[in-house]
C-alpha cells in the first residue's frame, strides 16, 4: 500500500511520542491501528470488486460472443433449411411412392386380365413332328 522502511516509521513513532506524549501515545496508536485496518479492508474489497466487475465484463463479453456465433450458425441452418425446402422433398417422395403404387397396382390388374383361362384339353403337348399323337 505505503512504501514505508523501518527508518521512516521509527522517525514517524519519535515524532508522535514527542508530540502527543508518552501517557496519551498507547490509545492513539491503538486507534490508528484500528483505522489502517479499517483502511485494509476497505482497499482489499474494492480491490476485490473491482476485479469481480472485471470477470463480469469479461464474461459478458464470452456469452456474447457465444451468443453471436449461435445465431449465426442459426442462420446457415435456416439458410440450408431454406436450399434444401425439406417438406418438398418429403412432399416429392411421398407422391412418387404414391405414383409407384400406383403403376403396381395397375400392372397387377393388367397382368390379371392378360391371363387368359385355359381350355381343358390344351394342356396336352404338341405332336411330334412326323407323328399324328402328341407326345406323352
Do not use: C, H
Not at 500500500?1 to 492513539?28: K, T
Not at 404414391?98 to 390379371?112: H, P
Request: charged share 30%; no cysteine.
Amino acid at each position: 500500500m505505503f512504501d514505508i522502511g523501518f527508518a521512516e516509521m521509527l522517525i514517524i513513532g519519535i515524532v508522535a511520542l514527542l508530540v502527543i506524549g508518552p501517557e496519551r501515545l498507547p490509545g492513539v496508536a491503538r486507534k490508528a491501528g484500528v483505522y489502517f485496518a479499517r483502511l485494509r479492508r476497505f482497499v482489499t474489497n474494492v480491490r476485490a470488486d473491482v476485479e469481480r466487475e472485471f470477470r463480469t465484463d469479461e464474461l459478458q463479453r464470452m456469452l456474447q460472443q457465444q451468443q453471436d456465433e449461435l445465431q449465426s450458425l442459426k442462420d446457415v441452418v435456416n439458410e440450408t433449411r431454406k436450399d434444401a425446402d425439406l417438406e418438398s422433398i418429403e412432399a416429392a417422395v411421398m407422391e412418387a411412392a404414391a405414383e409407384a403404387n400406383k403403376d403396381e397396382q395397375t400392372g397387377k390388374a393388367e397382368a390379371s386380365t392378360d391371363a387368359k383361362p385355359k381350355s381343358p384339353g390344351t394342356d396336352a403337348k404338341p405332336a411330334s413332328p412326323g407323328t399324328d399323337k402328341p407326345d406323352p
